[in-house]
T-cell receptor, first 113, second 114 residues
């Protein structure tokens, strides 16, 4: 079974600064990787996904992530954050046809003015 | 609104009572998933359906938890004899058939057991 580790529980950053949220997964063949964002009292919204192909994945709201197979990582980045990016971010991984993702514990991104 | 909907959004109950939550998936999605999310944690998978068939239920937390999707459309999650440890957000998600790996999540039902 997959396991997902989000190394930072909280990441504070100033507005317009770059940010990286880290995610590592357990090694697996044919792994699918996802980043979701969750605003307070809401469900999860998909930011981006890696299924195959290019290792650099671009998502919504200016986010991107890079799949690194050798380091089993899928870190999320944004070159310049906004106050509105303040939210909880979850990395998830799945493998196999049933598509049952395993989620990390989440990283709280706090953007200060 | 054609997204995933859940009802109720909030539920407060006393320990020992039964509760039932409803999820309406996106209409053309045939797979439906239930998750539990406790404070400070990511969603934890509980069970899922393909149409009306429940394909995985071994991860339901105890025999007090059960789920149905009788007509392959909406689904219900029931918790019997609730305990304080059941307090959490219960999320529902749906997806299209194979080849489409994105799950669409509903807003969740927040359960508080007093």
């Amino acid at each position: 079974a997959q396991s997902v580790t989000q190394l930072d529980s909280q990441v504070p950053v100033f507005e317009e600064a770059p940010v990286e949220l880290r995610c590592n997964y357990s090694s697996s063949v044919s792994v699918y990787l996802f980043w979701y964002v969750q605003y307070p009292n809401q469900g999860l919204q998909l930011l981006l996904k890696y299924l195959s192909g290019s290792t650099l994945v671009k998502g919504i709201n200016g986010f991107e992530a890079e799949f690194n197979k050798s380091q089993t990582s899928f870190h999320l980045r944004k070159p310049s954050v906004h106050i509105s990016d303040t939210a909880e971010y979850f990395c998830a991984a799945s493998s196999g046809g049933s598509y049952i993702p395993t989620f990390g514990r989440g990283t709280s991104l706090i953007v200060h003015p | 609104d054609t997204g995933v909907s859940q009802d109720p959004r909030h539920k407060i109950t006393k320990r020992g009572q039964n509760v039932t939550f409803r999820c309406d998936p996106i209409s053309e999605h045939n797979r439906l998933y239930w998750y539990r999310q406790t404070l400070g944690q990511g969603p934890e998978f509980l069970t899922y359906f393909q149409n009306e068939a429940q394909l995985e239920k071994s991860r339901l937390l105890s025999d007090r938890f059960s789920a149905e999707r009788p007509k392959g459309s909406f689904s219900t999650l029931e918790i019997q004899r609730t305990e304080q440890g059941d307090s959490a957000m219960y999320l529902c998600a749906s997806k299209e058939r194979e080849g489409k790996n994105e799950q669409f999540f509903g807003p969740g039902t927040r359960l508080t057991v007093l």
